[in-house]
């Protein structure tokens, strides 16, 4: 049985963390990101468990600018804003094994889950996916979703750097039960642990977004426009002229894309344009002589609140810049 679990989502590529001034502003933040999710099927909304902080996510700098300019303007929500943070995934490089025997004994009954997985790098932009290769009577099929189901959940935060885990192939191919301890919850904590196990031999790597970017400049802008993508990790695929203006081609990470409208406004005297949707997704490899890192790309992680609470919707700890 082959299961595709989960697939590439655009809608991830940016996140911004979001924290109400007062308790008036944390409920029209929620009314008003229930009104746009409603308009908006690229809008995503999650609440941070460590925090308590609401995060929105969305496909460019512009698309969460209007977002939150729409929550300051039309629903009066006065917000601290994170810095803005963007979705980072990992992957395997190389095959492994993973194995975790979950056993615990509570009461007169115990839990009892083994599994024993293969995992394999898979064909970009494949997604994830779960094979069951386990032989008749090896571990009971009602026990199998349950495994699954764990490894999904623990491939939403990879070894590396806590970025989902993409692109990979998953195989059960085996374990054992016993006929009164096992339950579903021991098998799909087992599952996860079995997943983390591997996950630490597979060579994981960072993937980052690379965008294909077009770029519209005047003629006597086309050298400076150029450089500026080369030093922010670009590579120029083509330059065309077409009617009195150059058309650039590229391809650039999403990290090194922020600010870039106000950039090259000023580089081509406000008569550049541009347009960026998502490539693919490749690993990190900073260039050669450049002081970037995966810390300086994922950014400082964000303070937690005194005491987390609960939030019906995602956001750091307050920096200066504020909504309204």
Same mark, same amino acid.
């Given at each position: 049985?082959?299961?595709?679990?989960?697939?590439?989502?655009? &809608?991830?590529?940016?996140?911004?963390?979001?924290?109400?001034?007062?308790?008036?502003?944390?409920?029209?933040?929620?009314?008003?990101?229930? %009104?746009?999710?409603?308009?908006?099927?690229?809008?995503?909304?999650? !609440?941070?468990? *460590?925090?308590?902080?609401?995060?929105? @996510?969305?496909?460019?700098?512009?698309?969460?600018?209007?977002?939150?300019?729409?929550?300051?303007?039309?629903?009066?929500?006065?917000?601290?804003?994170?810095?803005?943070?963007?979705?980072?995934?990992?992957?395997?490089?190389?095959?492994?094994? $993973?194995?975790?025997? =979950?056993? %615990?004994? !509570?009461?007169?009954?115990?839990?009892?889950?083994?599994?024993?997985?293969?995992? =394999?790098?898979?064909?970009?932009?494949? $997604?994830?996916?779960?094979?069951?290769?386990?032989? $008749?009577? %090896?571990?009971?099929?009602? =026990?199998?979703?349950?495994?699954?189901?764990?490894?999904?959940? &623990?491939?939403?935060? $990879?070894?590396?750097?806590?970025?989902?885990?993409?692109?990979?192939?998953?195989?059960?191919?085996?374990?054992?039960?016993?006929d009164v301890d096992s339950s579903e919850t *021991?098998?799909?904590?087992?599952?996860?642990?079995?997943?983390?196990?591997?996950?630490?031999?597979?060579?994981?790597?960072?993937?980052?977004?690379?965008?294909?970017?077009?770029?519209?400049?005047? !003629?006597?802008?086309?050298?400076?426009?150029?450089?500026?993508?080369?030093?922010?990790?670009? !590579?120029?695929? @083509?330059?065309?002229?077409?009617?009195?203006?150059?058309?650039?081609?590229?391809?650039?990470?999403?990290?090194?894309? =922020?600010?870039?409208?106000?950039?090259?406004?000023?580089?081509?005297?406000?008569?550049?344009?541009? &347009?960026?949707?998502?490539?693919?997704?490749?690993?990190?490899?900073? &260039?050669?002589?450049?002081?970037?890192?995966?810390?300086?790309?994922?950014?400082?992680?964000?303070?937690?609140?005194? %005491?987390?609470?609960?939030? @019906?919707?995602?956001?750091?700890?307050?920096?200066?810049?504020?909504?309204?």
């Open positions: 049985m082959v299961n595709a679990l989960r697939e590439i989502n655009e &809608a991830a590529l940016l996140s911004v963390t979001v924290r109400p001034k007062t308790a008036a502003d944390e409920e029209r933040l929620g009314q008003g990101l229930r %009104t746009l999710l409603a308009e908006d099927p690229m809008l995503r909304v999650r !609440t941070d468990n *460590a925090t308590g902080d609401v995060v929105l @996510s969305g496909t460019s700098e512009s698309h969460l600018e209007i977002i939150i300019d729409r929550l300051a303007r039309e629903y009066d929500v006065r917000a601290f804003l994170g810095r803005p943070m963007v979705g980072y995934k990992e992957t395997f490089t190389c095959p492994a094994d $993973g194995e975790m025997k =979950f056993a %615990t004994q !509570t009461g007169e009954r115990g839990h009892y889950g083994h599994v024993k997985i293969h995992v =394999f790098p898979g064909i970009p932009g494949t $997604g994830v996916v779960f094979e069951n290769d386990i032989p $008749g009577g %090896t571990i009971p099929d009602q =026990f199998i979703p349950a495994i699954n189901e764990g490894i999904e959940e &623990a491939l939403m935060a $990879g070894v590396l750097a806590g970025h989902p885990v993409d692109d990979v192939c998953i195989v059960l191919y085996d374990g054992s039960y016993h *021991a098998f799909k904590i087992a599952g996860s642990m079995a997943l983390q196990d591997a996950a630490r031999k597979a060579k994981p790597v960072l993937l980052e977004p690379v965008m294909h970017v077009q770029v519209s400049v005047p !003629t006597d802008s086309i050298d400076v426009v150029i450089k500026n993508l080369e030093s922010r990790r670009g !590579t120029v695929q @083509s330059s065309e002229h077409r009617d009195g203006t150059q058309l650039i081609d590229a391809r650039v990470p999403l990290s090194k894309m =922020f600010g870039y409208s106000t950039d090259l406004r000023a580089r081509t005297r406000g008569r550049g344009t541009f &347009a960026m949707q998502l490539e693919s997704y490749q690993p990190f490899r900073p &260039a050669e002589g450049s002081d970037d890192s995966q810390d300086s790309l994922v950014g400082a992680p964000l303070k937690p609140r005194p %005491t987390p609470r609960a939030s @019906s919707i995602a956001l750091p700890e307050p920096d200066g810049d504020s909504l309204g």
